[in-house]
């Protein structure tokens, strides 16, 4: 087969950057190891962020999936401290005056990825592979050529898009990017049902726990009375001090006070697993001679929050939007894609590098719990706090030590 682009993955990066080229009438051939719908192992918070970039490509799109049934809308994050006390910051101040329009959810990979699948499916421009592993890949001339291990499947294109994830051997062997335990978190995730003391308007959870400080503890609410609750912390970490996260998890959720009352008729549904997360807090060259590394194939994710399915649909929808235009110039070069990397740094760097400082501020548990206390007692700040997940340059004032002096004599 022959294409202008050929997409390696069809998780939420590379069905974005499919159904984007789509969208400017631009045929693409996506190739998925898996057959959907399949799980991703995942905390399954999807910020707002996501319903932004789907209305951007298609708005019937965005309202496709704000009527679906599978999703918990969310309404907000309950941050809770070392010392216990908790803030609970909505996503906008106000919110319970009109609910007519949510722009969190929760929502199982299963189901989501399923989605965009089928999203791709209605779009004849695109041509999905399933359970097909792109294993090797040759420079040619005039193109890449991408096949199995046993070469019965093979594709020669212009252009790739390397959407496959936290494992990608692409981004290892051909982009030369490399694990590093100081940029990556390794997470796992379960589903429980029947834990007590949800919040009623399904605010998302993050426990900083003593005992799992640098990392942490998340309860995100599901429909039929689920939640996905997991533990995250950076692979160094986890590395040096011998930590088994599902042991960590287990323990916790029985013997902690709080969470021994929430879980005690809860119950395991499926299997504890787990999977890495590469993070955005270093910044690496994400393309190169005819193609462009998406989502987790670049490193993405969030440092502070471990969000990345935003990032990878706004990575994944600027990667389609160069491919069109090294299309019109006929220039796939190194070169050529620089405008790529510019592009997503430009958009989500400053984001990623206030993440970067809020991740090193949890290594001092005394700021967070008085961050907390404060917050608790302190309607300005808790609005000022809620107005921080829409605007980035109120983000970067947590990074600084002015903002918490400010704070201390404002009270
Ligand atoms: C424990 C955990 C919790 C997380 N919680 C959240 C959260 O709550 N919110 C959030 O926004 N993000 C979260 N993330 C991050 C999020 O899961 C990823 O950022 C997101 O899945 C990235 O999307 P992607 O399309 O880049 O890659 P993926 O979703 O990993 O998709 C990659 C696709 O490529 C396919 N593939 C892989 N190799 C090949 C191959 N050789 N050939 C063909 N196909 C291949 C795979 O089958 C897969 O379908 C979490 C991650 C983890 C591990």
């Not at 989500?348 to 404060?374: D, R």
Request: proline share 4%.
């Amino acid at each position: 087969m022959e294409t202008k682009v050929c997409i390696i993955g069809a998780g939420p990066g590379g069905a974005c950057a499919a159904l984007q080229l789509a969208q400017m009438g631009i045929p693409s051939i996506v190739v998925d190891k898996a057959v959907f719908p399949r799980d991703k192992v995942c905390g399954d918070g999807l910020s707002g962020k996501v319903l932004t970039i789907l209305e951007r490509i298609d708005k019937d799109m965005g309202k496709r999936l704000q009527q679906a049934v599978f999703k918990m809308d969310s309404w907000g994050v309950k941050f809770v401290a070392p010392n216990r006390i908790g803030m609970d910051i909505p996503y906008a101040p106000n919110y319970q005056e009109d609910m007519s329009n949510p722009r969190g959810f929760v929502c199982k990979r299963i189901d989501f990825d399923n989605f965009l699948v089928d999203e791709m499916k209605r779009r004849p421009e695109i041509t999905l592979y399933e359970g097909t592993s792109i294993d090797k890949y040759e420079l040619l001339s005039d193109g890449y050529l991408l096949s199995n291990n046993s070469g019965t499947f093979q594709v020669k294109t212009q252009l790739v898009i390397v959407a496959n994830g936290a494992h990608s051997s692409f981004t290892k062997d051909v982009a030369g990017i490399k694990m590093e335990p100081e940029h990556y978190v390794a997470g796992i995730r379960a589903y429980y049902k029947g834990i007590t003391g949800l919040h009623k308007d399904n605010f998302i959870e993050l426990h900083f726990l003593k005992e799992m400080l640098p990392g942490y503890l998340w309860i995100f609410p599901l429909p039929n009375g689920e939640a996905n609750v997991g533990v995250g912390m950076l692979s160094n970490n986890a590395r040096n001090n011998k930590i088994n996260l599902k042991k960590l998890m287990v323990d916790t959720l029985a013997a902690d006070p709080v969470m021994k009352e929430r879980f005690a008729n809860a119950e395991l549904v499926g299997s504890i697993d787990g999977y890495g997360l590469p993070l955005g807090s270093k910044k690496r060259k994400l393309h190169g001679e005819r193609y462009m590394l998406v989502g987790d194939a670049g490193y993405l994710i969030d440092p502070f929050t471990g969000e990345g399915i935003g990032n990878a649909l706004y990575s994944g929808r600027i990667a389609a939007q160069k491919a069109a235009a090294a299309i019109a110039a006929n220039d796939f070069s190194d070169k050529f894609l620089d405008a790529y990397d510019e592009d997503v740094y430009r958009i989500l760097g400053p984001e990623l590098q206030v993440s970067t400082k809020l991740q090193k501020l949890i290594k001092y548990p005394w700021l967070f719990n008085w961050l907390m206390k404060m917050g608790s007692r302190n309607k300005q700040l808790q609005e000022l706090m809620s107005c921080m997940f829409h605007e980035v340059d109120l983000r970067k004032k947590l990074g600084k030590p002015m903002f918490y002096v400010k704070l201390l004599f404002n009270r």
